[in-house]
C-alpha cells in the first residue's frame, strides 16, 4: 500500500510501528474537510486550532519511543487521538493529556468506536504529567517546550524513554530523546520537526 511504502521511504522501517500503523485508519481521526487526505505524509488541521501531525513524523516518534508491550505510557498533546492509538496497540495501557475539553471527547469517542479499550484519555495540562498514575515507562510529548517539563523528567521511570521536540514555537525544534539511568538522564537529538506550542493552563474549548 502507498502509505506503508511512503513510511518506509522516509525511515520508518519498525516492523512493530508499521503493522500498527497499517491497522489504525487515520482519516477516522480526521474529520470534516480534510478527511479525505488522510492518507497523504502531511500534517492536517484539526479542530481547536490545532494539527493532527504528518504520518512519518508519527512513525519516527513512534518507534524512537521503542515501546514494550508490558508498557505504561503518557502521551502528552492528544490531539486527534491518533497517535494515542497507534501507542494503544504497541502498550499495555496509553494515558493520553489535552488542554482541549473538545478534542478529548472526540478522541475518546473514537476510540470507543474502535474499541481500543486501553486508552485513558483526560483534559488536563500535560506539562505537569500525570503524577498519580507515575512513573511511566515511555512518555511522548506532542507539542514542543522550549525544554523538556521537569514534573515530565521526574514522572520517567528509570530505564524509561522520552520522546519530544523542543525548542522555540515558530522556529525549528529538535526532536528529542531522553533516556534515565539511575545516574541521570541520556540526551539525543534525532532530527528536525515542527510542533504546536506547548501552551500552559486549560484551553477555551
Ligand atoms: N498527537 C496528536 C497531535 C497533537 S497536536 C495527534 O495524534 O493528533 C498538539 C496537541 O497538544 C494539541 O491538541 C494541543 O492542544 C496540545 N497541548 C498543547 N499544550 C498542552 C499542554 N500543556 N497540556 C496538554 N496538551 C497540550
Same mark, same amino acid.
Given at each position: 500500500?502507498?502509505?506503508?511504502?511512503?513510511?518506509?521511504?522516509?525511515?520508518?522501517?519498525?516492523? +512493530?510501528?508499521?503493522?500498527?500503523?497499517?491497522?489504525?485508519?487515520?482519516?477516522?481521526?480526521?474529520?470534516?474537510?480534510?478527511?479525505?487526505r488522510a492518507w497523504e505524509d502531511m500534517p492536517l488541521p484539526i479542530a481547536c486550532g490545532q494539527t493532527i501531525s504528518q504520518p512519518?513524523?508519527?512513525?519516527?516518534?513512534?518507534?524512537?519511543?521503542?515501546?514494550?508491550?508490558?508498557?505504561?505510557?503518557?502521551?502528552?498533546?492528544?490531539?486527534?487521538?491518533?497517535?494515542?492509538?497507534?501507542l494503544s496497540l504497541l502498550a499495555r495501557r496509553v494515558y493520553t493529556v489535552d488542554r482541549y475539553r473538545r478534542l478529548v471527547a472526540?478522541?475518546?469517542?473514537?476510540?470507543?468506536?474502535?474499541?481500543?479499550?486501553?486508552?485513558?484519555?483526560?483534559?488536563? #495540562?500535560?506539562?505537569?504529567?500525570?503524577?498519580?498514575?507515575?512513573?511511566?515507562? +515511555?512518555?511522548?510529548?506532542t507539542a514542543a517546550a522550549e525544554d523538556p517539563p521537569p514534573p515530565l523528567l521526574a514522572q520517567l521511570r528509570v530505564g524509561g524513554?522520552?520522546?519530544?521536540?523542543?525548542?522555540?514555537?515558530?522556529?525549528?525544534?529538535?526532536?528529542?530523546?531522553?533516556?534515565?539511568?539511575?545516574?541521570?538522564?541520556?540526551?539525543?537529538?534525532?532530527?528536525?520537526?515542527?510542533?504546536?506550542?506547548?501552551?500552559?493552563?486549560?484551553?477555551? #474549548?
Open positions: 500500500m502507498q502509505f506503508l511504502f511512503t513510511l518506509r521511504s522516509r525511515g520508518v522501517t519498525d516492523r +512493530r510501528t508499521l503493522e500498527a500503523m497499517e491497522r489504525i485508519d487515520r482519516s477516522a481521526f480526521v474529520r470534516g474537510l480534510f478527511a479525505d512519518s513524523v508519527v512513525g519516527l516518534m513512534t518507534q524512537a519511543l521503542d515501546v514494550q508491550p508490558r508498557d505504561k505510557v503518557l502521551e502528552v498533546g492528544t490531539g486527534s487521538g491518533y497517535q494515542a492509538a497507534i472526540e478522541a475518546r469517542a473514537t476510540f470507543e468506536a474502535m474499541g481500543l479499550v486501553n486508552i485513558v484519555a483526560a483534559t488536563s #495540562d500535560g506539562s505537569f504529567g500525570l503524577p498519580e498514575q507515575s512513573p511511566f515507562d +515511555r512518555i511522548l510529548v524513554i522520552m520522546v519530544l521536540p523542543v525548542g522555540q514555537s515558530d522556529h525549528v525544534q529538535s526532536l528529542i530523546r531522553v533516556t534515565r539511568h539511575e545516574t541521570g538522564y541520556h540526551y539525543e537529538e534525532l532530527r528536525e520537526v515542527r510542533f504546536v506550542p506547548l501552551v500552559e493552563g486549560l484551553g477555551q #474549548d
